[in-house]
């Protein structure tokens, strides 16, 4: 389906997009997620929301594609498609553990997240065990930090979301089932996410499911409003759904503030994809639909599972092997080297971790198909 995989470009480029705010934060350039040019280029927290309210638009379609699908079915699936990647990063985070708190070290610039990626390395350290066990199992976001410091972002910072993506996983089946019983469109979906939203503001752990809860609930209302099969063309479902769409925004940027930045993107993205935004939407529809955005949205979960471990080595290397004292040369000579070295890595784990598994899943998906239709044929 060309509109759906017109996402694909989409997720490609937040990948680069959280590349972005880690490289340059780890070439000690002076940015803040808050406050000017920082707010782009070292403001992860939009990219990633986008990420979730696609993976919440994705697994509805899939839930609600075919409701015969055996739970243990749909949850290998994603296990298959989420794990085997992340591991093998993972177990690289550990690898170079004390390589990248000696890189930390070996930075004389002053950087703005520089103490906070040395506090959760050493806390990594510290409490190895405890951690590597929860991480293992992508568990870590169900522990709040007052009982293990810095859970949320031991071994491999960026590992936080993936956890909320696993929590939501095991849930989203019953979740979406349930909210298929709502036949309305409009005003109880909207109590839902005024709900989702309040719920947000009373947990400050990201990787904590009800924290972000509302982003996969955009996803799927996403799903609902302009894919599934209930959908009208008629000009009032239509005005209904763009409604719906600016109050979303309105009552993210309300509560959530610079998120709601993510929630612009994205329904940018769906309307451009669908024809609805005229010469901006037309022109984000080809930025995100090109063979070359289409590519990077292939490899863009192993871009960013293993990004962080391409930037470290790189950083060791730089100031630790070559001794660059030059900060514009480092920075520069990072930024390049860690994006060649995380686009190689991503494709490699791509090619032999993660298209093997993912097929290996749509395997077990057929061949349930294939043994419940020949008693129907026989019949």
């Not at 993972?90 to 997240?113: E, K």
């Not at 939203?197 to 609930?217: E, V």
């Not at 209904?240 to 009552?251: D, H």
Request: proline fraction near 3%.
């Amino acid at each position: 389906m060309r509109k759906i995989d017109g996402l694909e470009g989409l997720r490609g480029y937040m990948a680069i997009w959280v590349w972005i705010t880690h490289v340059t934060t780890m070439a000690a350039l002076p940015l803040y997620k808050t406050t000017g040019w920082g707010r782009v280029l070292a403001n992860g927290d939009l990219a990633v929301g986008v990420f979730i309210m696609l993976s919440g638009f994705v697994i509805s379609a899939s839930v609600l594609k075919d409701h015969s699908v055996k739970y243990t079915e749909y949850i290998t699936r994603r296990a298959l498609r989420l794990f085997p990647a992340y591991i093998v990063c993972l177990i690289a985070s550990v690898v170079i553990l004390q390589l990248s708190i000696d890189t930390l070290r070996a930075i004389p610039w002053a950087g703005t997240r520089t103490d906070g990626r040395m506090a959760y390395l050493t806390a990594s350290q510290e409490n190895f065990w405890p951690h590597l066990i929860l991480h293992a199992g992508l568990l870590h976001g169900l522990i709040p930090d007052r009982i293990l410091p810095y859970t949320s972002y031991a071994f491999m910072g960026q590992a936080w979301s993936l956890t909320l993506e696993w929590q939501f996983y095991l849930l989203a089946p019953a979740l979406i089932l349930g909210l298929e019983r709502i036949r309305s469109n409009f005003a109880p979906m909207w109590l839902v996410l005024a709900g989702l939203l309040t719920l947000s503001t009373q947990f400050t752990q990201p990787s904590f499911l009800p924290s972000n809860l509302y982003f996969f609930f955009i996803g799927y209302l996403t799903h609902r409003l302009f894919y599934s099969q209930r959908r009208a063309a008629n000009k009032s479902e239509q005005l209904l759904a763009l409604l719906t769409a600016a109050i979303t925004i309105a009552a993210v940027v309300y509560l959530k503030g610079l998120k709601g930045g993510a929630v612009m993107i994205w329904f940018l993205a769906i309307y451009s994809l669908q024809g609805r935004a005229g010469v901006i939407g037309r022109a984000t529809a080809f930025l995100i639909e090109n063979r070359f955005a289409r590519w990077l949205g292939t490899i863009s979960y192993g871009f960013y599972c293993v990004h962080m471990v391409a930037i470290f080595l790189c950083a060791y290397i730089l100031l630790v092997v070559f001794r660059v004292d030059s900060h514009i040369l480092y920075a520069v000579s990072l930024i390049g080297a860690s994006l060649v070295l995380s686009l190689l890595l991503s494709w490699l784990i791509y090619h032999w971790i993660e298209h093997p598994f993912i097929e290996w899943g749509k395997k077990l998906t057929r061949h349930r198909k294939e043994r419940t239709s020949v008693p129907q044929q026989l019949s």
